[in-house]
């Protein structure tokens, strides 16, 4: 009980205090039948009127500060959310997209690309004799490789490309409203890029060496498709001119089912 009664001076202590004045101001004319009991019956009820309007101003203030925590509280949810999210769809080491949120974007821009007749192309891309990084610098470097191709791959992409990695040393880039003809161009700006690229972290290799060099080989597989096809086989066709690719020497584009669409030197082991 006695609780419950601090919670209702807590929040109802204007109002409270103006009956206590009041009962207070009228008692005494009540008690002794003064004649003057109607007027202070006025001042009583003014009173009242005074704290009530005090304490519907002090309930709109907690209203407003009520509102403003529930909005406070809302913001930080979908911040915490969108934090959630990201974790769940992002690749620890390299940034990108993993594995489960490729398969959802293919998804989409496949359906998106099949329903408004719209060009579409995946690339699957290797590095090549990625093993020599873990071998010469130990898997350090090859995590630093990975994340330097990675940072590599989505500095030569437009924002509307989505990059992703598929696994091990394997990546896939999403190219939405792109044909063959221009898909393959882009395949090319990314192995140059990393044909050229200079790969030296903080421990490998030793000062006074000279930095390693990794290269990629890519398949790109590109819409139409037959009507009943669906985004894996759009998947199995980049992965198999990317077989192509390596099966030709490593170091080069290769396009499903038209062949080498570019190519630099063929791939040699990296060297201490």
Do not use: C
């Amino acid at each position: 009980m006695t609780w419950r009664i601090r919670a209702i001076l807590r929040s109802r202590g204007a109002l409270v205090a103006g009956a206590v004045v009041a009962v207070m101001l009228l008692a005494p004319f009540v008690l002794t039948g003064h004649a003057r009991t109607a007027q202070v019956l006025v001042i009583a009820l003014i009173v009242m009127l005074v704290a009530l309007i005090a304490q519907l101003l002090l309930d709109g203030r907690e209203s407003l500060e009520r509102e403003r925590r529930l909005v406070r509280t809302a913001a930080a949810l979908r911040e915490a959310t969108a934090q959630l999210e990201k974790l769940a769809s992002t690749d620890s080491l390299t940034g990108l997209w993993n594995r489960r949120a490729l398969f959802e974007a293919l998804g989409v821009e496949f359906r998106r690309a099949r329903r408004y007749a719209r060009d579409l192309s995946v690339l699957m891309i290797d590095l090549d004799n990625f093993k020599q990084a873990n071998d010469l610098g130990g898997h350090a470097f090859g995590d630093y490789v990975l994340s330097a191709t990675a940072k590599v791959i989505r500095e030569n992409l437009r924002e509307s490309d989505l990059a992703a990695r598929y696994g091990g040393e394997e990546f896939v880039v999403i190219l939405p409203e792109t044909d063959s003809e221009h898909a393959a161009p882009a395949a090319e700006k990314l192995r140059a890029a990393i044909e050229a690229f200079e790969f030296r972290s903080g421990h490998f290799p030793p000062a006074g060496d000279p930095p390693q060099h990794f290269t990629l080989s890519v398949g790109v597989a590109s819409l139409p498709l037959p009507q009943n096809a669906d985004s894996d086989v759009l998947m199995s066709q980049a992965d198999e001119a990317l077989f192509e690719a390596k099966r030709a020497g490593k170091n080069r584009v290769h396009r499903f089912g038209l062949g080498v669409a570019s190519a630099g030197t063929p791939a040699a082991p990296a060297s201490r």
